[in-house]
């Protein structure tokens, strides 16, 4: 047999992980691994934090599952803590990004359908956008490489550059019912929204009777040093997903909703059996009370700026290596000169983990809660990284 009993559709690296501590990782064979990769934007709170440990084995002794049939006490906190931090009047839980985009996508047909217009079921979206790996999603990624070999893809989506108003406003048809956009480009290379694009988008949804819809699964929950990154521009959203940092590593998404889109949800008409169960709940609610306390987004900001001043400095040092380093927060990528690919494992090889994205970006994504040393100790990684490939 060939076939390894796991399938292939990961291309991994040759590296396993047996523990975590904060910000460190321990590999199977006992080397201890800074971890800038963060499980992909999910481990907010890093590795093992006592608190997250707490409330999920307290709550694995009590009760793990009853199904959306009752009332879950633990969704009512959760929604209640996001309601009052966010611009959300109602809240519905999933498991993982693509189902909060899913939900978010026919929640806004739907609120058009009520209204009495259902011919107006079509998204407008933007280019190098990630959404997740749904028929819905990988059509509205609009990704060659996610779509490819699997027919049709749903036809409901026009595709703008991302940044670019003017584009998107002669996208919008008597068919649009909503923009969807990640407020910072994740998978697509950490590409943050220029000056003004959020506000003007904001701007033309009113002026067209259009929902705004974020896609936050990637820069929500902290990662830009916001709650949630829509706010830096002063705007809000008529819908919003998270998922990735909400449960810091254990399974959970969201859908935020104004009063008058969570409407379009009555009963019956979306569900999900593990969305929202009182073990996801129970890491959210104490994930978010870390993230809200006072101090923590200012912390974020301030070592999320040091960390920033550094990669540009590297950009500057190894010029044959990086071309420069773009984010905001604790969400930052190093847009390369060599193959993103060869930073990464020159990284691993120096025990530091970052994450690749498209458009040649090794992403930089450490925990919340790293310190200043912590900082410095990866950029002295990633120093030594560059120094391999530097000729
Ligand atoms: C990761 C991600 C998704 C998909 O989330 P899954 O949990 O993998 O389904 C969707 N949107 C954005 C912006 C993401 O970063």
Same mark, same amino acid.
């Given at each position: 047999?060939?076939?390894?009993?796991?399938?292939?559709?990961?291309?991994?690296?040759?590296?396993?992980?047996?523990?975590?501590?904060?910000?460190?990782?321990?590999?199977?064979?006992?080397?201890?691994?800074?971890?800038?990769?963060?499980?992909?934007?999910?481990?907010?709170?890093?590795?093992?934090?006592?608190?997250?440990?707490?409330?999920?084995?307290?709550?694995?002794?009590?009760?793990?599952?009853?199904?959306?049939?009752?009332?879950?006490?633990?969704?009512?906190?959760?929604?209640?803590?996001?309601?009052?931090?966010?611009?959300? =009047?109602?809240?519905?839980?999933?498991?993982?990004?693509l189902e909060a985009n899913e939900a978010a996508l026919k929640m806004a047909r739907k609120v058009f359908h009520d209204a009495g217009q259902p011919e107006r079921d079509r998204f407008v979206v933007t280019e190098g956008a990630f959404h997740g790996r749904s028929f819905a999603s990988i059509a509205a990624g609009g990704n060659p490489k996610h779509m490819t070999g699997f027919g049709q893809p749903m036809d409901a989506f026009d595709r703008v550059a991302f940044g670019n108003l003017n584009e998107t406003r002669q996208a919008v048809t008597e068919r649009t019912c909503a923009?969807?956009?990640?407020?910072?480009?994740?998978?697509?290379?950490?590409?943050?929204?220029?000056?003004?694009?959020?506000?003007?988008?904001?701007?033309?949804?009113?002026?067209?009777?259009?929902?705004?819809?974020?896609?936050?699964?990637?820069?929500?929950?902290?990662?830009?040093?916001?709650?949630?990154?829509?706010?830096?521009?002063?705007?809000?959203?008529?819908?919003?997903?998270?998922?990735?940092?909400?449960?810091?590593?254990?399974?959970?998404?969201?859908?935020?909703?104004?009063?008058?889109?969570?409407?379009?949800?009555?009963?019956?008409?979306?569900?999900?059996?593990?969305?929202?169960?009182?073990?996801?709940?129970?890491?959210?609610?104490?994930?978010?009370?870390?993230?809200?306390?006072?101090?923590?987004?200012?912390?974020?900001?301030?070592?999320?700026? =040091?960390?920033?001043?550094?990669?540009?400095?590297?950009?500057?040092?190894?010029?044959?290596?990086?071309?420069?380093?773009?984010?905001?927060?604790?969400?930052?990528?190093?847009?390369?000169?060599?193959?993103?690919?060869?930073?990464?494992?020159?990284?691993?090889?120096?025990?530091?983990?970052?994450?690749?994205?498209?458009?040649?970006?090794?992403?930089?994504?450490?925990?919340?809660?790293?310190?200043?040393?912590?900082?410095?100790?990866?950029?002295?990684?990633?120093?030594?990284?560059?120094?391999?490939?530097?000729?």
């Amino acid at each position: 047999m060939t076939m390894p009993s796991v399938m292939r559709n990961y291309a991994r690296y040759d590296v396993a992980f047996e523990s975590g501590d904060g910000v460190w990782l321990t590999t199977t064979d006992g080397r201890r691994v800074l971890d800038f990769g963060a499980g992909i934007a999910v481990s907010a709170l890093g590795h093992a934090h006592p608190r997250l440990v707490a409330a999920l084995t307290e709550q694995a002794g009590k009760l793990w599952h009853t199904s959306n049939l009752y009332r879950v006490p633990g969704q009512e906190r959760v929604a209640d803590t996001l309601v009052a931090a966010t611009f959300a =009047d109602s809240v519905m839980f999933c498991s993982t990004g693509l189902e909060a985009n899913e939900a978010a996508l026919k929640m806004a047909r739907k609120v058009f359908h009520d209204a009495g217009q259902p011919e107006r079921d079509r998204f407008v979206v933007t280019e190098g956008a990630f959404h997740g790996r749904s028929f819905a999603s990988i059509a509205a990624g609009g990704n060659p490489k996610h779509m490819t070999g699997f027919g049709q893809p749903m036809d409901a989506f026009d595709r703008v550059a991302f940044g670019n108003l003017n584009e998107t406003r002669q996208a919008v048809t008597e068919r649009t019912c909503a923009v969807l956009l990640e407020p910072v480009q994740g998978e697509g290379g950490i590409r943050p929204p220029p000056d003004g694009y959020l506000q003007g988008l904001r701007a033309m949804c009113d002026e067209f009777g259009l929902l705004l819809i974020l896609d936050e699964v990637q820069t929500g929950i902290g990662r830009t040093g916001a709650l949630f990154a829509h706010q830096h521009a002063g705007i809000t959203p008529d819908i919003l997903t998270a998922a990735k940092g909400l449960g810091g590593g254990f399974p959970v998404g969201a859908v935020l909703a104004t009063e008058r889109c969570a409407a379009a949800f009555s009963p019956g008409v979306h569900g999900t059996t593990f969305g929202g169960n009182p073990l996801a709940m129970a890491v959210a609610e104490a994930v978010l009370s870390e993230v809200l306390a006072p101090g923590f987004l200012d912390r974020v900001r301030r070592v999320g700026a =040091d960390l920033g001043a550094g990669l540009g400095r590297l950009a500057a040092d190894y010029p044959g290596v990086l071309d420069g380093a773009r984010g905001l927060g604790l969400m930052w990528g190093l847009t390369c000169r060599v193959p993103n690919g060869d930073l990464i494992a020159a990284c691993l090889d120096q025990d530091l983990l970052l994450v690749p994205a498209a458009d040649n970006v090794a992403r930089v994504l450490p925990p919340l809660i790293i310190d200043s040393a912590e900082v410095d100790t990866a950029l002295e990684r990633l120093r030594a990284a560059c120094e391999t490939l530097a000729i």
